[in-house]
């Protein structure tokens, strides 16, 4: 007999006491995938000569548990993020709120007055729950919600200039995360580039030659994930406003985060908030939802209602539309900044990058405590100074004074550590840097602390596995 036919059939696992016993917890066609996926995998291995014999019943029925597990679990899940960066997009960006779950919880499980107004008794604006909330906060006269700060370029874009030219600043011309693309999204919106200036410098008088019968626009933007520095001149959004007024064209500012406060007082001055741009007279400001305005993925449009108005009616907005969910979240964020040290303290993103060099020495010293006290012995905890980033595309030259905590066990590589706490079940995510694993304090979460100690228990046992496999 070949080891092929001595691969046990399907319907004799599934009578083995350990597979059988899994009936009970999970619906049989689960059970069935992931008895068929072993056993596929084992016929695998013996047609390319790797199994040299057939595992015992209970390794087999152990894979099966196991196939079963991750069958069953959410692949998207909650992450411990430990890599210091703070808007982190493959992470999921920013954390809501603690006031915004109930809000969330009300919509997505009840009906809601989503399309409807309550006081006439009639069809509403999805957008008329939050306009009013980011008109008071941003001084706009308008404004309208899309899903994120591309589609409201795409949409303000295809709105206001299809067919005619944008007048951009090259040293403005930016790429975010790869598939944002000034010069791509131009094109999709049907609206033509018109570049101006060079690189490092652009004039006043660079846009003032350009402008045609053919302008459409003024387009600023922000150069939000570098710096262009040395020999370096932009013209401002208030120098770009009197062009504009010079020659009747709107002007736009796709100012990227997109902050509500002013974060000087945290040390993070360079950004001027939306108010500044609506107040130096720009016609249209788009920004994100989830950066540092600490909310859900959305994009914002404010500003004047005259131009504001062709975007509520442009047919794209429909493929754009943010859902319900969105919105209530949305809402939910926006009140917290009514009061300026609320927001501060209240929304996440705004608090870890408050958290002060002595603020995180201090949370490194109690954290320490705890897991010292609850990790295995042969886990090793080393404390030092670093540096944390903003990240989502803000501040890319700022570095935020932080505490790290180089994780270690015996001889295992930074690389079997980082490999295999990215594997517990609720993944912790550090960072590698000069031969060690590091946690940067400042993102991670109180509430994170036990998903760290289960992580860290879990380590001797997911590195002796990791030897194993090798
Ligand atoms: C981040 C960013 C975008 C894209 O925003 P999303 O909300 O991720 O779509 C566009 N423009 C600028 C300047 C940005 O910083």
Known sequence: MTIMQNIPKVDRVLEWPAVSAALTRYPRPLVLKAVRTVLDGLRLEACEGALAEIPPAEVIAEHVLRELVLLSTSRLK???????????????????????????????????NLE????????????????????????????????????????????????????????????????????????????????VGTTNRTHPRDYREAV?????????????????????????????????????????????????????????????????????????????GDKLLGGPQAGIIVGRKALVAPLKKHPLLRALRVDKMTMAALEGTLRLYRDERQALVEIPTLRMLALSAAELEARGRSLLRRLRRAAPASVTFTVSRGFSQVGGGAFPLVQ??????????????????????????????GRIWRDALLLD??????????????????LPAALGAGEADR
């Open 78 to 112: 909650r992450v411990v993020n430990g890599t210091g960066v703070v808007i982190h997009t493959n992470l999921g960006r920013s954390l809501l709120a603690a006031p915004v779950q109930q809000a969330l919880t009300d919509v997505a499980f009840s009906y809601s």
């Open 116 to 195: 409807f107004d309550l006081e006439q008794g009639e069809r509403g604006s999805r957008y008329a729950h939050v306009e009013k909330l980011l008109c008071e906060l941003t001084g706009a006269e308008a404004a309208l919600v899309v899903n994120n700060n591309a589609a409201a370029v795409l949409l303000a874009l295809s709105a206001l200039a299809a067919g005619k030219e944008v007048i951009v600043s090259r040293g403005e011309l930016v790429e975010i995360g790869g598939s944002f693309r000034i010069p791509d999204v131009m094109r999709q919106s049907g609206a033509l580039l018109r570049e």
């Open 212 to 288: 045609s019968p053919d302008t459409a626009l003024l387009l600023k933007v922000h150069t939000s994930n570098y710096a262009v520095v040395g020999f370096t001149a932009e013209v401002t959004a208030a120098e770009l406003v009197r062009i504009g007024q010079e020659s009747s064209l709107p002007v736009m500012a796709d100012v990227g985060s997109g902050n509500l406060v002013d974060l000087s007082a945290i040390g993070l001055g360079s950004e001027p908030p939306v108010q500044e741009f609506v107040r130096a007279g720009v016609d249209v400001v788009t920004f994100s």
């Open 400 to 429: 935020l004074p932080t505490t790290l905590l180089a994780v270690g066990s015996g001889h295992a590589t930074p690389e079997a550590l980082e490999k295999a706490l990215r594997a517990a079940p609720v993944p912790v995510i």
């Open 441 to 458: 304090l400042r993102t991670i979460q109180d509430d994170d602390v036990p998903a760290l100690i289960a992580a860290l228990r879990a």
